[in-house]
């Protein structure tokens, strides 16, 4: 089966290519060359307390367990009540990943939806909620606001219903009262809510003094939930907050009866996170210092390029929290990718997450300290 019997979108990233030469011929006065902020890759260290654990389980010989460990389990269920504010997740209602892009991009297959379901996702989002509906043959859906979530018809109300908080590109927010909302709704509709919230221990709205709390709300807070996780699954990485995108270590937790749906068709499957990794996932989830590390060498990045990218005429919208600026000009995202290439740096079009960022880049964080002040001092420039 190939990708145009899919009617898969062209991986967009790809199309940076003619940008991304631009922006690596540039004169630069530092002699640095291209500073990349087009991916949110990291680039620091694997914290060594990850590291040490994954060593330590390098002698695998046997298959893994595709639910994960109990330790692990119970260590993410311990880590929602710490960090996230939710005391009563339920080990059984937990399991691991391969990544959280492949969870979001196979969840309505592993849901069982297909031709005539409808996977209802932000108007400016993550490309891969929009490719995972049409992996399953169902058909994508933009629903943006509450104001959508209205009285709708059964050809038109959503099976599976994602949100994203903190977003990705913009660095919204959703607060508890907008959260709690869309459950109400989702339970009298019979809809599905998966939550992606992967830069939720990135919250900058702390930093500014604007809110007390660390992370974000989650969409399993009892104050979302009236205490039932029924219906409600949360897509957690350890990516962004660990540095572990090579290790591809995720999980998703949530309703038991979904998940255990979920591990049902994965068992099958063979979708199994290796063994090792499962141990490096638990030393990460319970060890919070390396997170606040990372998180204050992330805010003093952000600061930097902030002042560099405002000083460049670009205004910054939303972007409370995450790994990136969603910037605008108010002018064509490409248009604004030219003038920045020209100074070497490279960032996303909007139109990378929808029609809906047409007039917005995205600029990533995820650059080394001499690379963001070297981009910040270009955007400064004259």
Not at 173 to 185: C, D, I, M, P, R
Request: proline residues 8%; negative net charge; hydrophobic residues 45%.
């Amino acid at each position: 089966m190939n990708a145009a019997r899919l009617s898969l979108p062209d991986f967009p990233w790809d199309s940076l290519a003619p940008v991304k030469e631009r922006a690596s011929s540039a004169v630069t006065a530092d002699g640095l060359g291209l500073v990349d902020l087009s991916v949110g890759t990291p680039v620091d260290p694997t914290p060594q307390v990850v590291q040490e654990a994954l060593r330590s389980a390098a002698d695998a010989p046997g298959y893994p367990q595709t639910w994960g460990t109990p330790s692990l389990r119970e260590a993410v269920a311990r880590w929602f009540a710490d960090r996230r504010g939710v005391p009563a997740v339920d080990p059984d209602g937990v399991l691991p990943t391969v990544g959280s892009k492949e969870l979001v991009a196979w969840l309505p297959t592993l849901l069982g939806l297909g031709p005539g379901d409808i996977v209802g996702f932000p108007s400016a989002a993550y490309p891969t909620y929009d490719v995972g509906a049409r992996l399953a043959g169902a058909t994508p859906q933009l629903v943006d606001g509450l104001a959508a979530l209205g009285p709708l018809t059964p050809s038109t109300t959503p099976k599976l219903l994602w949100l994203n908080t903190p977003a990705n590109p913009t660095g919204q927010v959703l607060g508890v009262e907008h959260l709690a909302k869309v459950v109400s709704w989702a339970r009298q509709h019979g809809v599905v809510v998966a939550s992606d919230e992967c830069y939720a221990e990135l919250d900058w709205r702390a930093e500014r003094g604007d809110e007390t709390s660390p992370t974000t709300p989650s969409i399993l807070d009892p104050r979302v939930t009236g205490g039932s996780h029924e219906g409600l699954l949360c897509v957690y990485s350890l990516s962004k907050q660990s540095n572990l995108a090579g290790y591809r270590a995720a999980f998703v937790a949530g309703d038991p009866g979904l998940v255990r749906q979920l591990l049902e068709v994965r068992k099958h499957a063979g979708m199994i996170v290796p063994w090792p990794v499962q141990v490096a996932l638990t030393a990460a989830v319970g060890d919070s210092a390396h997170v606040e590390a990372q998180k204050a060498v992330y805010a003093a990045r952000r600061e930097t390029l902030l002042a560099g990218v405002r000083a460049f005429g670009l205004e910054v919208t939303h972007s409370e929290a995450g790994l990136y600026l969603w910037a605008t000009a108010g002018e064509d995202s490409w248009v604004t990718l030219d003038r920045l290439a020209d100074r070497g740096i490279l960032a996303a079009p909007g139109t990378f997450y929808g029609a809906a960022g047409g007039q917005h880049v995205r600029i990533a964080l995820t650059a080394s300290d001499e690379r963001i002040s070297a981009a910040a001092e270009r955007l400064s420039a004259g």
